[in-house]
């Protein structure tokens, strides 16, 4: 059964840089046929999808994130990373990381597992 993990500072000032890690194990982030995803809920509001990278490597982002934010992966370590740059108090929210089957569009896709999830709050 596959598994994630996500992980880094818990606080981040404004202006900065997030930078969280998910760490994937009981399943490749090289097999084709599955994507990993991003996603993030902030206090009092839904899920928001953030962006996606593919078993090959190809990355998808949400439009209204896209000019912030950068996925990427370590396959020799089996996780992938999320950096979500300039950040300000909105940003503050609790972020997942999610496998699913098929690319996710943000709008109804389904992830058959998913982080536990880390708390992020940007405040100076």
């Known amino acids: 059964q596959v598994q994630l993990q996500e992980s880094g500072p818990g606080l981040v000032k404004p202006s900065q840089t997030l930078s969280l890690t998910c760490a994937v194990s009981g399943g490749s982030i090289t097999t084709d046929g599955y994507y990993w995803s991003w996603i993030r809920q902030p206090p009092g509001k839904g899920l928001e999808w953030m962006g996606v990278i593919a078993a090959s490597g190809s990355t998808y982002y949400s439009p209204s994130l896209k000019s912030r934010t950068s996925i990427s992966r370590d396959t020799t370590k089996n996780q992938f990373t999320l950096q979500l740059t300039a950040v300000t108090p909105e940003d503050t929210a609790v972020y997942y990381c999610?496998?699913?089957?098929?690319?996710?569009?943000?709008?109804?896709?389904?992830?058959?597992?998913w982080g536990q999830g880390t708390q992020v709050t940007v405040s100076s």
């Open positions: 999610g496998r699913s089957i098929v690319l996710p569009n943000g709008v109804d896709e389904e992830y058959d597992s």
